[in-house]
């Protein structure tokens, strides 16, 4: 995947193990848009090429987030979720191809956009996803 300008990219060597969206109010405000849609995978299976920063900033679920984007054009690349052990999030707008985000489930229906129809089949949580314990920072 990459930013809008191009000059930071990323690599996953591996299937993502939760892909979703995030209708979390935290989510909805830091993209402007009604929802959010995402890939988690171990940060060991990413690599990483150009200029980025990054802030921190809370998640829907309480936890701190590390938000990397690339330096030039601002583009969320991934974010670190500090509540999880070497766990990015990585919006799925930002892959070459498409067709790699496969969405499991809806998180955080319970702050969904009242007007924002959920149209498929997927799971809808209340709350956020499913984690393996041997993922959760606790």
Known sequence: GHCRCGQASYQVSQTPFNSGYCHCTDCRERSSSPCTSFMM???AAMQYNGKTDSYKDKGGSGAYLDIHRCS?????L????????????IP????EDQSHF??????W?????PWFKIEDDLEQRPG???IPRELLNI
Do not use: I, Q, W
């Not at 030039?72 to 969320?76: A, F, L, Q």
């Not at 799925?92 to 892959?95: D, F, K, V």
């Not at 229906?109 to 956009?113: E, M, N, P, R």
């Open 41 to 43: 995978d171990d940060k």
């Open 72 to 76: 030039e054009c601002g583009s969320v």
């Open 92 to 95: 799925s707008a930002t892959l």
């Open 128 to 130: 956020p996803p499913r």
């Open 109 to 113: 229906v319970s702050s969904k956009l």
């Open 78 to 89: 991934f974010m670190d979720v500090h509540a999880l052990k070497n766990v990015a999030a």
């Open 102 to 107: 496969k969405p499991t489930a809806h998180y």
